[in-house]
């Protein structure tokens, strides 16, 4: 049973519209919801991260939208690029974890066309 | 830049033979951690360590085992290689002050046949 669940595992946009990538979680004790972007041949890196007592986080063109009572989250690439092209993945850890012990969803792979 | 290195890139290996994967990070990190990345499938954490000398285990440790001989270095041991290992393993990092942001190595794909 998957305790983060990202419900596309790809996603096809143009160049200049806004992206949405979806994720849920299982864990009511999940408190921290990062965003990690992976290129092809590299490991994953931090884009963005919430935590579950603010239902909106915004950095440039990057924002989690954060729904607790439905258990569920959003990323939104606003003005997607090629260069955002990439592989997406939802994580999420619990304050009693121990840092760094995350769970991740599958991935969303997106591509975006010029 | 947080700096993680891991070696080799990739690796090929028979089945019941012994692997280890090494990891370096320059960045003077108290967390580092061990996860596996299966095709179509996100990350999973194999191993963690929080100080030299001492790991932990994460949630899928079964068939591995690691070590922390100082606070730079943490390798993958896999005593007994099976096809089922067969992934790609990422090395990663991060302070214990830090926002719980974690800085991923490379990669190391691993192929048991």
Not at chain 1, 60 to 87: C, M, V, W, Y
Not at chain 1, 90 to 100: E, K, N
Request: glycine fraction near 8%; hydrophobic fraction near 30%; aromatic fraction near 12%.
């Amino acid at each position: 049973q998957q305790q983060v669940r990202q419900s596309s595992q790809s996603l096809t946009v143009w160049e200049g519209e806004t992206a949405i990538l979806n994720c849920s979680y299982e864990n009511s004790a999940f408190d921290y919801f990062p965003w990690y972007q992976q290129f092809p041949g590299e490991g994953p890196a931090l884009l963005i991260a919430i935590r579950s007592v603010s239902d909106k986080k915004e950095d440039g063109r990057f924002t989690i939208f954060f729904n607790k009572r439905e258990k569920n989250l959003s990323l939104h690439i606003k003005d997607s690029q090629p260069g955002d092209s990439a592989t997406y993945f939802c994580a999420a850890s619990a304050g009693t974890q121990v840092v760094g012990q995350l769970t991740f969803g599958r991935g969303t792979r997106l591509q975006v066309y010029a | 830049e947080a700096a993680v290195t891991q070696s080799p890139r990739s690796k090929v290996a028979v089945t019941g033979g012994k692997v280890t994967l090494s990891c370096h990070q320059t960045n003077n990190h108290d967390y580092m951690y061990w996860y596996r990345q299966d095709t179509g499938h996100g990350l999973r954490l194999i191993h963690y360590s929080y100080v030299a000398d001492s790991t932990e285990k994460g949630d899928i440790p079964d068939g591995y085992k690691a070590s922390r001989p100082s606070q730079e270095n943490f390798s993958l041991i896999l005593e007994l290689a099976s096809l089922s290992q067969t992934a790609v393993y990422f090395c990663a990092s991060t302070s214990r002050i830090s926002n719980e942001r974690l800085f991923f190595g490379h990669g190391t794909k691993l192929s048991v046949l």
